[in-house]
């Protein structure tokens, strides 16, 4: 099952950009990368996702390098209600998806 | 926006009873998932399911746990005899539209807000 890895913990700046990386090196080469995040108390939402292009939509931006290997989630002005834990998830099996301990996203006012 | 319900959303059992958490997934998904998470913990899969039958289940899912989709609506979780260690939040999701084409990849997980069960 392809792996991925994310910092444990990240702040930002109320209003500011936030970028939150993931590793993936053995990722396949028909695996889409998908975000989620968790707010406190609610279930996983789906966040963005992606298999080589950079994508945008109303809620983030995803960058995805050339190679796949990595990615990255851009919040572009993150508020407090974007505190959350991410989480980067490539598929692990055919029908199924495996959540990491994800990063812990701390905005300060 | 079509969403994934959840009832109830707090479920108290004794030891050794028998829980069903129900979900109503998305009208138009294909597939469906439980997974679990326990307080302070990570979010773990548990199974799968397409076509009536499981696709793909974890460790965790023994002879304990069953799913059903009983009324093509709704997709149910039974846990036979729970044990304390079963205390945690359940979640429902599903995704892939009918009619959406391959790659299966392509399609996020919608996930309903959990029931939290607590056996004591």
């Known amino acids: 099952d392809a792996k991925t890895t994310q910092p444990n913990s990240m702040e930002s700046n109320e209003e500011e950009p936030v970028h939150l990386p993931c590793n993936h090196s053995?990722?396949?080469?028909?695996?889409?990368i998908h975000w989620y995040r968790q707010l406190p108390s609610q279930g996983p939402e789906y966040v963005i996702h992606?298999?080589?292009s950079n994508v945008n939509n109303r809620m983030a931006s995803l960058a995805i390098a050339e190679d796949r290997k990595s990615s990255t989630l851009i919040l572009h002005r993150a508020t407090l209600r974007d505190a959350a834990v991410y989480y980067c998830i490539l598929r692990a099996g055919t029908y199924k998806y495996i959540f990491g301990t994800g990063t812990r996203l701390k905005v300060l006012a | 926006e079509p969403e994934v319900t959840q009832t109830p959303s707090h479920q108290v059992t004794q030891m050794g009873q028998e829980v069903i958490l129900r979900c109503v997934p998305i009208s138009n998904h294909l597939y469906f998932y439980w997974y679990r998470q326990i307080l302070g913990q990570k979010v773990e899969f548990l199974v799968s399911?397409?076509?009536?039958?499981?696709?793909?289940k974890s460790e965790i899912f023994d002879d304990q746990f069953s799913v059903e989709r009983p009324d093509g609506s709704n997709f149910t979780l039974k846990i036979r005899s729970t044990k304390l260690e079963d205390s945690a939040m359940y979640f429902c999701?599903?995704?892939?539209?009918?009619?959406?084409?391959?790659?299966?990849?392509?399609?996020?997980?919608?996930f309903g807000n959990g029931t939290r069960l607590t056996v004591t």
């Open positions: 999701a599903s995704s892939v539209r009918l009619g959406q084409g391959s790659p299966w990849g392509n399609s996020p997980l919608h």
């Open positions: 053995t990722i396949s080469g028909t695996d889409y």
């Open positions: 399911f397409y076509n009536n039958e499981i696709s793909e």
């Open positions: 992606g298999l080589t």
